[in-house]
């Protein structure tokens, strides 16, 4: 054991030093173990992108005639796609690898210091050569590209080592460590005082990569044969063996491990791709470095000519072993795959050409100890036939054999692709971006795929606009040593450039080299879902979301994709398996699908600001969709508070169409169209749509001519949609146009609207077949025949015998009655009803609430209450029905505190609501005429087309005698009305005057 820790025995300060560096190069083998498992991770990283698109939601659904109508809103989703970054290039990593090989360089020189004579000019001349390689010249000292740097970097190095190994020959290795570190100290400050070039270390820190190298080569030979060596401590290094037939045994374990060794080089050299395991090369470098800790002490004698191991020759090994392994996690840190190569070739020709000589050095030497069962290692360095020099000689000869054999341009070519890599990274830092792509260019000449230097070019060109370039790059740099991230890359520029198969091929091949990468999956599944092979999508995105669940991209990819394709599946399950509310992407995603289907989700999500970024403005967006499929009502406040602050300004616009879409549920109808309204006037861009909305509400509120001019003013901003909605108002004004707003929409309408259009195109221009059936005459009845055809209606409804369809050709026609305040006709043909078996509900509950209307309008409050205590139910569509019943028997009883707070909810919340409007005014008039005049003045400002609010307004006139109000509300009434009913009104707006002048 104490033979294992040799170092024990050593005065402490020899000790002491040996354990720090021994602790370097323990460190230096963990920090390449970490960037080598980390891989591309280490200088390529993710940007999430997010793709907006829109999908139409629901909301509002209505039926008028035959006809069912919708009403959609836009709702926003996320498509969340990765793109590969810019190689991540940090001075930080580069000043790491400068400090740490400066130090090494430093020890060395204090060590070259302690070799003997000849050996010590031989490390002085090696260590010039090392300062030379640095190009010190360029970094322009004192704005000079003269030699001034190397000159000053050899008159304080060699003169005091020279001191040192002739004069003061006694003094301590830590001492000379220390003054060696000292003046490289001193030179770093004088570069950096000096140097003109900008980042003088980073540009010192390109220039090591040559130096580096080749003394992590000599490291690399020097350990390359202890595994061989390792396996004959194992079977013999315990003294006297047991071991029978240890030369078959040694023969055996070196033949099998040579083996896996060629193979590793054959998969390599991409010779042979077997589905086997092949030794990684840096796992044989570390464990050879590991073994080379003894073996190299064991070795002393073949060195002892120069400098003992003792501590001189340990720190040595120690010091190379750090530049190795910190030079190999360096290129990895900065994706150098071109001088990373050079390590996996040398590595692998290094154990095969000395591992293999090793063998037949030591079948040489000692092939009669190792028949005679004797422990060999303890002299495995002392050959009696032989000698060491020949098998390191042979070795190297096999080596360079193998370099031959691949070209030994090879790595010369990319070394220097190495070299320009880093300068070209070191540009790159300064934003010089196209001397980066130059110094690029160079590299990939001389290393031609290599990964890092086109894969540089090619973010350097997309950022320049230039795709096609940049597509050759990407496919250069996925040829020799892929990443997902230039897959991924090269994907994205074939979509731009609407290739989808080229796209999908190239993803299609990276999920092949990385299976296992979620982001190619997910681009995958975005891919497909770009097709209508969306099983496939769903399939990729659900390994990637399986994969990697945290990162909630492919998951929240899902629900936005069923969202827009409007799958049929069970939404509880989905979101219980893909919903990630900490994501706030997957949490738009989420409200997204659940109204797609109408389902309320109650969400937590608190904005940081009230500036909106854009996924709080359609996280707040989706939020207030969700809720108009609630009973409740929502907050409007809060939504119309971050609409009008200033800094929502791009989100304003959709926020309040949201608002007034609320206002609407809640019955606010008044304030919907006015605020709807007047968005559509100020903003041309939408305009087409927010007319087309308002004629829809328009529509369901039973005011087909109001509908009608909005649906006009939608088609004339040419929105298509419009043209049907406008066949159905004027249809439902029995107006002369709408047969051929028919006939339009059956030639030249969408193909799903041409069956009903010719159907109801026969049925607006053409008489009633005898045999038609009883939907058919109900249309005829709604469409053909006016208010004033109730005898007619009369003889055809006789011959419905559906009697649901009977009485909803009576509905209609007394709806028609009641607006044109024909009360007594209303009455009559209203009785038609009774004895009706009626079994719609909803037709039987609309004939219920005309009925408590009809009730409500001729102020027979008793007879309206004993209805309602039959059971009428008030669902809360039924809300301001429900108000003016009760407004109105609690002011018929003499509550007038509930009749006052009844009155004040519905005003004139609703104006095509004429009853609640009327009856609020006249409440209104027993205590401000004027308020009363404003309340109807509203009321038909957005409802002008209403005889009832427009003969309550001339009324009203008359009260507060504002008679020119009242002769053009007179004017326009005549027009829409008879004569007689026309004398009617003047007559007892005349008697209201009358009264108001003789009350002064």
Known sequence: MQT?????????????????????????????????????????????????????????????????????????????????????????????????????????????????????????????????????????LFDSNDKIGLITAILLYLPLSYLFNQFWTQTSLIKRIGAFLIITGALALFFYLSAATPKPFFYL????????????????????HEIVAGFAFLLFGSGTTTTKNGTVHFLIISIIYLTNVVFAYLHEANLVDWNIFYLDVYLLLTVSAILGIWGFRHRENQYDFALKFAPTGALLYLTFGIICFTTIAHFYNIGNDAGLEIFRDFILYAHMGFGFIFVLYTLANFAGLLKSKLAIYKV??????????????????????????????????????????????????????????????????YALFNHKSNYSIAIINDRMNNEERAIIRYKEAIKKYPSPQAYINLSIL????????????????????????????????????KTNVIDSAIYFLDKAATNNPKKGSAASNILALIASNNLSIDVDSVLKEYAVEANPVSLNNTLVLSNKNRKIKELAYNFSDSALSTIDISILSNKAINRLFSADSFNTKELKAYAEYERNYVAREGLDYLYCLHQYKNKQVHTAFRKLNWMASTREKIAAKYFDDLGLWALEQEAPEVAAQYFQWSLDRNYEEAKFHLAIALSEMQHENAALAWQDLSVNGPTDLRSISEKMYALMSSKLDENASDYDKTLYARYRLSYSDTSEFKQLIKSIKDPNYRASAVLTMCEKLWDRELIESTINVYSLIENIAITDKQLFENIQFFELNMLAYQGQIRDLASKINQGVEFGPE??????LYTGLIAFSSGDSI???KQFDILGDRNPFYEESVISSAEFMNLTDKFEAYNMLLNATEINPNSIKLLIAYIYQCGRIEQETYAKSGLEKIKTMVSDSEYTKIKSTYDKILEEASNAW
């Open 4 to 140: 294992n820790y040799f170092w024990n025995t050593w005065p402490k300060e020899g000790r002491n030093l040996y354990l720090l560096f021994l602790g370097g190069l323990l460190l230096s083998i963990l920090w390449m173990c970490y960037h080598y498992f980390a891989g591309i991770h280490s200088f390529l990283d993710w940007n999430i992108l997010a793709e907006v698109d829109k999908t139409g939601i629901l909301v509002d659904v209505f039926k008028i005639g035959p006809f069912n109508l919708t009403q959609n809103v836009e709702s926003t989703y996320f498509l969340q796609k990765y793109a590969g970054t810019a190689p991540l290039i940090s001075s930080t990593d580069y000043y790491i690898f400068l400090a740490i090989i400066s130090i090494c360089a430093s020890v060395l020189i204090a060590l070259i210091s302690a070799f003997k004579k000849f050996w010590y000019f031989i490390g002085v001349a090696l260590f010039t050569f090392f300062l030379v390689s640095l190009k010190l010249e360029l970094l322009l």
């Open 205 to 224: 820190a390109t220039s090591l990569n040559s130096a580096a190298t080749v003394l992590s080569l000599v490291f690399i030979f020097t350990v390359a």
């Open 380 to 445: 495995i360095y002392k050959p009696t036939n032989m000698p060491y020099f020949t098998f390191r000689f042979a070795g190297l000869i096999v080596v360079i054999a193998f370099v031959l054999k691949a070209n030994w341009k090879v790595p010369v070519f990319q070394n220097s692709a190495s070299n320009y890599n880093s300068v070209a990274d070191y540009h790159h830092s300064n934003g010089e971006n196209l001397l980066a792509e130059r110094y690029y260019l160079e590299a990939s000449e």
């Open 494 to 529: 074939f979509n731009k450039q609407n290739r989808f198969f080229d796209a999908l091929f190239t993803l299609r091949d990276g999920q092949k080299k990385f299976p296992q990468s979620t982001e190619i999956q997910n681009a995958l599944g975005l891919q497909y879902g």
């Open 878 to 883: 039924r809300f301001l029905e429900k108000a």
């Open 898 to 900: 509930m009749a006052k």
